[in-house]
C-alpha cells in the first residue's frame, strides 16, 4: 500500500511524460493532451489517499528510507498535485492558442511532465541526499521551460536562473555534507547520517558549532531557490519570461516546496543548536525578502515581474511565520502556501493570456480598460489579485491573519509589525497596478478584444472556486496541516 | 602508508588542488583555464586516490576513477566544445575585479577559509580534516570567479571550481558521502554543465557574444 502510493506518485508524471515524448503534443484533444491531463488527475487523486493514509497510520517510509511520506510531505504532494492539474489544463490552451512548432510542443510536454516528476519526489524524500538532488533536477528542467519561447529576454532568464541556483543549490550541498559529517562524528552510521527521520531523532547529538555553519549554508541555498534574499535576483526574470502556466506551477509550488526543504533543516536546527539560532536568521531574511520586493513593487511597470515580486511577497510572509515556529505558525504557513499557490497560478495563467492578447507586451500601460474590453478575463484575473492581496473569502486571508497572529503570540510582534507595514506598501502598488490594468482608460479608442473561451476560462475558475472553499471551510484539512505542523518539530 | 608519508602526499596533493584554482584566475585565456581545471581534476583525483589507499577502500579508489573520467575528461571537453562556439573572445576582457585583485582576494579568502573551518577541525583533528580549509578555500574562490567575471564560460568554469571545492570538502570530511547520492550529485553537476554550454552557445547565436555585459534587458 506504502508502497504502491510513493511510487505511483512519482511514476505517473514520469508516465505522461513518456506517453508526450512518444506521442508528441498535436491538438487540444491529442493523446498527449489526454494522458497529461489525465496523469495530473491521478496524481491528486494518489495525493488525496496519502494524505489520508499517513494522517491515520504516520509517516511511511520505503526504499530503504530514501523516500518517505509523512503529514508534511502529503500536504505538499496534495499542493503539487493540484497546481500540477490546473497549470496541466491550462497548458493544452496554451499549445492550441499559437504554438509555433511540433517539436517544440512535444519538448514543453515532456518538460512539463518531467518538472512535476522532480517536485514529487522532492517532497517525497525521506533522505537529504534525494532531496538536493530532486531541488537540483527541477532547475535543470526548468531552465529549458524558462528559455523556452527562445527570445533573448528569455534566455537572459535563464542563464541568470541556471547559474544562481545551481551555485545556490551547490551551497547548499556543502551544508548538507557538513551536516553528514556531524551526523558520523554523532555515531550515525553512513545509512542514517543523511535520514532526515534518524537526523531529528538524534539531532541532540550533533555538534553545535558545526552543524550552525551547515545548516546555515543550507537555508542560504535552500532559501535562494526559494525566492529569499540575497540570491533571489533570478526570480522576475525567470517567472516572467517562462510560459504562463509554468509560471504558475514555478512561483504557486516550486518557491513552496524549496521553502517545505528548508523546514526541514529548521527542524534539526531547533533540536541541535536551538530555536534562537535560525530565528534570528529567517528573520532577517524575511523581513529583508519583504523589503526588497516592496520597494521593487512600487517602481514596476511589467505585470508580469510585478506577479514575480508579489511571489517573494509572500515567501517573505511565510519565513516570518517559520521564525515564529509555533504549531500556530506553521500550520498558517502551509496554508499560506496553498493559498498563494492557487492565487498565483490564476494569476499567472490569467496575465498569459493578458499577454496573449496585447502582442506580447507585458507593461501595465499596454493593459487599459480590461474590465470594460473583456470582462471575464479582466474579472477573474482582478478576483485572483485581490485574492492575493489577502481579502476574504480567499485562504490567504486566514493564512496571514494567522501569522501576524502567532508571531506576536511568539514575541515577535515588532517584527510582525514592520512586516505588515512592508506589506502595505506591497499592497498599495498591487493595487494601483491592478486598477490600470482592469479600469484605467485606454490611450487610445478601446479595441475589442476576444472573449475568454469557455476551454482557457475552465481552469481559472476551479483554481478560485477552491481558493475560497479553502478559506471558508478548512477543516477538512485542519488536521493534516497540524500533524505536518507538528512532524517539523513545532509545539 | 605511513602516518608522516600519508600527511606529506595529502599535503602535497592539495597543495597542487588550491594553486591551479588560483591559477585559474590570474588566467584571461580560456584555452588556460580549462587546462587548469583539468589539472585540478587530476589533483582532486590523486587526492582521493591517497584516502582510498590509507582507508583500503575500494570505493574510493571506484570514486577516484570516477572522479578522473567526470572532471579531467568530460567537463574539460563539454567546456572546449562551448568554447568553440565563441570563436571571437577567446578571453575573458572584462573582470569586474583586476587580475592583480582577484590574486589578492584569493589570499584573502584562502584565510577566511581557515577562519571558517576551526569548528570542522577542532570536532576530529586529523591530518585529513587538516587539510579542509583548502577545500572550502576553493569553494570561495569559486564563488568569487562567478560574481566577479562577465564572461558566460567564466561563469561556468567558476560553478566547476565551486563544486570541485564542494567534492573535496565531501572527500576529506567524510571519506564521501554514500554511493548513491554521490551518483546523483555527479550527474547533477553533469547536466548543470550540459545546460550551461547548450545555453552558452544560443547566447553566442543570438548575441554574437558571450560577454553577458550585453544581457541588459531585464532589469528593475
Same mark, same amino acid.
Not at chain 1, 511524460?17 to 497529461?36: Q, Y
Not at chain 2, 570514486?63 to 570563436?87: E, K, M, Y
Given at each position: ?11 505517473? /508524471? ?9 506521442? @508528441? ?11 497529461? $491531463? ?9 495525493? %488525496? ?47 492550441? *492558442? ?56 528569455? %534566455? ?33 552510521? #553512513? ?14 547529538? %550533533? ?25 533571489? *535576483? ?5 517567472? =516572467?519570461?517562462? /510560459? ?11 518557491? #513552496? ?16 543548536? @536551538? ?88 507593461? $501595465?500601460?499596454?493593459?487599459? @480598460?480590461? +474590465? *470594460? ?22 485562504? $490567504?486571508?486566514? =493564512? ?16 510582525? +509589525? ?16 491592478? @486598477? ?8 487610445? /479608442? ?23 472553499? %479553502? ?19 513545532? #509545539? | ?20 584554482? !588560483? ?77 592583480? &585583485? ?62 570541485? &571545492? ?14 548513491? !547520492? ?12 550540459? !545546460? ?25
Amino acid at each position: 500500500m506504502d508502497t504502491v502510493l510513493i511510487f505511483t506518485a512519482i511514476a505517473l /508524471p514520469l508516465v505522461a511524460a513518456a506517453v508526450c515524448g512518444i506521442a @508528441g503534443w498535436r491538438s487540444t484533444v491529442g493523446v498527449a493532451g489526454a494522458s497529461a $491531463v489525465g496523469a495530473a488527475g491521478l496524481l491528486l487523486a494518489d495525493a %488525496l489517499v496519502l494524505a489520508v493514509h499517513v494522517t491515520r497510520t504516520g509517516p511511511v517510509t520505503v526504499a530503504g528510507g530514501l523516500l518517505r511520506a509523512d503529514a508534511l510531505s502529503a500536504w505538499m504532494l496534495l499542493v503539487v498535485a493540484t497546481i500540477a492539474a490546473l497549470a496541466c489544463w491550462a497548458s493544452l490552451d496554451y499549445l492550441a *492558442a499559437g504554438h509555433p512548432s511540433r517539436h517544440g510542443a512535444r519538448r514543453y510536454g515532456v518538460l512539463f511532465q518531467l518538472f512535476v516528476a522532480a517536485m514529487t519526489v522532492a517532497v517525497l524524500a525521506g533522505n537529504l541526499g534525494v532531496l538536493w538532488v530532486a531541488v537540483e533536477a527541477t532547475t535543470i528542467v526548468t531552465a529549458f521551460l524558462v528559455s523556452h519561447r527562445r527570445t533573448r529576454t528569455a %534566455l537572459e532568464a535563464a542563464w541568470k536562473y541556471v547559474v544562481i541556483c545551481s551555485a545556490a543549490i551547490a551551497i547548499a550541498f556543502l551544508g548538507i555534507v557538513l551536516i553528514y559529517y556531524a551526523a558520523r562524528h554523532a555515531g550515525l552510521d #553512513s545509512h542514517q547520517a543523511l535520514d532526515w527521520a534518524a537526523l531529528t531523532a538524534h539531532a541532540d547529538r %550533533l555538534d553545535p558549532a558545526v552543524t550552525k555553519i551547515a545548516i546555515g549554508l543550507a537555508v542560504l541555498g535552500f532559501g535562494a531557490k526559494a525566492g529569499l534574499v540575497p540570491l533571489h *535576483a533570478w526570480l522576475p526574470d525567470a517567472h =516572467s519570461q517562462a /510560459p504562463a502556466p509554468v509560471s504558475a506551477l514555478m512561483s504557486g509550488v516550486l518557491l #513552496s516546496v524549496a521553502f517545505a526543504a528548508v523546514l526541514r533543516f529548521k527542524a534539526i536546527a531547533d533540536v541541535a543548536v @536551538g530555536p534562537a539560532f535560525l530565528r534570528t536568521m529567517l528573520l532577517i531574511l524575511a523581513l529583508a525578502t519583504l523589503a526588497v520586493a516592496a520597494v521593487l513593487l512600487l517602481g514596476q511597470r511589467d505585470y508580469k515581474r510585478m506577479l514575480a515580486y508579489s511571489s517573494m511577497e509572500h515567501l517573505g510572509l511565510m519565513a516570518l511565520g517559520a521564525a515564529a515556529g509555533t504549531r500556530l505558525a506553521i500550520a498558517a504557513v502551509l496554508l499560506h502556501v496553498a493559498g498563494h499557490g492557487l492565487a498565483k497560478t490564476v494569476a499567472f495563467l490569467g496575465a498569459g493570456h493578458i499577454l496573449h492578447l496585447h502582442g506580447g507586451s507585458s507593461q $501595465v500601460t499596454a493593459v487599459r @480598460g480590461l +474590465a *470594460a474590453r473583456t470582462p471575464l478575463l479582466g474579472g477573474l484575473f482582478g478576483l485572483a489579485m485581490l485574492a492575493l492581496l489577502g481579502f476574504p473569502p480567499a485562504a $490567504v486571508f486566514a =493564512s496571514e491573519l494567522g501569522i501576524a497572529v502567532a508571531g506576536g503570540a511568539a514575541g515577535l510582534g515588532w517584527a510582525v +509589525a514592520v512586516a505588515f507595514a512592508l506589506v502595505l506598501l506591497a499592497f498599495i502598488a498591487l493595487i494601483t497596478r491592478t @486598477g490600470t490594468m482592469l479600469l484605467g482608460t485606454p490611450a487610445g /479608442p478601446a479595441e475589442p478584444a476576444p472573449p475568454l473561451g469557455v476551454a482557457a476560462a475552465a481552469p481559472l475558475v476551479a483554481g478560485l472556486v477552491l481558493l475560497a472553499a %479553502l478559506g471558508t471551510a478548512r477543516w477538512p484539512v485542519e488536521h493534516l496541516l497540524t500533524a505536518a505542523a507538528a512532524v517539523v518539530g513545532a #509545539s | 602508508m605511513s602516518e608522516a608519508a600519508y600527511t606529506q602526499i595529502l599535503n602535497i596533493c592539495a597543495g597542487f588542488f588550491l594553486l591551479a584554482a !588560483v591559477g585559474m584566475l590570474s588566467r584571461r585565456q580560456f584555452a588556460g583555464m580549462i587546462r587548469l581545471y583539468a589539472a585540478q581534476g587530476l589533483a582532486l583525483a590523486a587526492i582521493v586516490t591517497v584516502l582510498g589507499i590509507r582507508e583500503g577502500s575500494v570505493e574510493l579508489l571506484a570514486a577516484a576513477v570516477g572522479l578522473v573520467i567526470l572532471r579531467v575528461l568530460v567537463l574539460p571537453a563539454l567546456a572546449r566544445r562551448a568554447l568553440g562556439a565563441a570563436l571571437h573572445n577567446r578571453r575573458e576582457t572584462s573582470p569586474a575585479v583586476s587580475i592583480a &585583485g582577484s590574486l589578492l582576494a584569493s589570499a584573502a579568502l584562502v584565510l577566511v577559509a581557515y577562519a571558517v573551518a576551526r569548528p570542522l577541525i577542532a570536532l576530529d583533528p586529523s591530518a585529513t580534516t587538516a587539510v579542509l580549509p583548502i577545500a572550502l578555500s576553493v569553494v570561495l574562490i569559486g564563488l568569487f570567479a562567478l560574481t566577479t567575471r562577465h564572461n558566460a564560460l567564466s561563469q561556468v568554469i567558476g560553478f566547476l571550481l565551486l563544486d570541485n &571545492g564542494i567534492t573535496a570538502t565531501a572527500f576529506l570530511a567524510t571519506s564521501g558521502v554514500p554511493l548513491i !547520492v554521490e551518483l546523483g550529485v555527479s550527474f547533477d553537476v553533469l547536466l548543470i554543465v550540459v !545546460v550551461l554550454t547548450l545555453l552558452t552557445v544560443r547566447l553566442q547565436a543570438m548575441f554574437g557574444t558571450t560577454d553577458l555585459d550585453g544581457l541588459r534587458e531585464l532589469r528593475d
